[in-house]
């Protein structure tokens, strides 16, 4: 099983929007809504801020959503703040019952 | 408040065996599932596996012939063993906590703070 695709990095300026995206097959991001996205600070834990496609945990600001279209999932980040600069992961069930990450996308605010 | 806390040698030798142990605090380890994630220094993130307390487990595939994920629910921790280390799998080792759909791994939260495991002779 490969890893989801991402860009390795995407920047923006501050007060701007991004989109990261996350493409994999049928099998896994386009068969099931079952995709998540993890932010991980430099040295620190990843957290989880979309889970199901599109829902925000406790505590997630609203300036972070998803999305899914066919195989690709995307996760939008409004309002850019600078400590959003990070590295972000997709993450995706799979028909085998598996679970697949994403490479990492590092998110540069300018 | 659920907590995890990984403990384990930081320096295993090439074939031997890495021996993790994740202690879970603030919620009982019978209630949910768990599982141990790792991510290779400046690399991404790798799914290796979860458990239930009833010794229900899942595997990657590309680990499985490899890892043995365990529960104590007396101690209420869980471990992992990856047998026949190379220097591929050094890595930052993470325990979480995993919600499940379908038999198969959803997402993960809350993490812990992780461990360094370097493989070196």
């Known amino acids: 099983q490969s890893a989801l695709t991402q860009p390795a990095s995407v920047s923006g300026s501050p007060g701007q929007s991004i989109t990261i995206s996350c493409t994999g097959t049928?099998?896994?991001?386009?068969?099931?809504?079952?995709v998540s996205w993890y932010q991980q600070h430099p040295g620190k834990v990843p957290q989880v801020i979309i889970f199901?496609?599109?829902k925000r945990p406790a505590g997630v600001s609203t300036r972070f959503s998803g999305s899914k279209s066919g195989n690709t999932a995307s996760l939008t980040i409004s309002g850019l703040q600078a400590d959003d600069e990070a590295d972000y992961y997709c993450?995706?069930?799979?028909?085998?019952?598996?679970?697949?990450f994403g490479g990492g996308t590092k998110l540069t605010v300018l | 408040q659920v907590q995890l806390q990984e403990s384990g040698p930081g320096l295993v030798k090439p074939s031997e065996t890495l021996s993790l142990t994740c202690t879970v605090s603030?919620?009982?380890?019978?209630?949910?599932?768990w599982t141990w994630i790792r991510q290779p220094p400046g690399k991404g993130l790798e799914w290796i596996g979860y458990i239930y307390y009833t010794g229900i487990t899942n595997y990657n595939p590309s680990l499985k012939s490899r890892v043995l994920i365990s529960i104590d629910t007396s101690q209420n921790q869980l471990s992992l063993q990856l047998n026949s280390v190379t220097v591929a799998d050094t890595a930052v080792y993470y325990c979480?906590?995993?919600?499940?759909?379908?038999?198969?791994?959803?997402?993960?939260?809350?993490w812990g703070q992780g461990t360094l495991v370097t493989v070196s002779s």
């Open positions: 993450s995706s069930y799979t028909s085998s019952t598996t679970l697949l």
């Open positions: 979480a906590r995993a919600a499940i759909v379908r038999g198969g791994a959803n997402y993960f939260d809350p």
């Open positions: 603030g919620a009982s380890i019978s209630l949910y599932y």
């Open positions: 049928s099998s896994d991001v386009g068969g099931y809504n079952y």
């Open positions: 199901d496609v599109s």
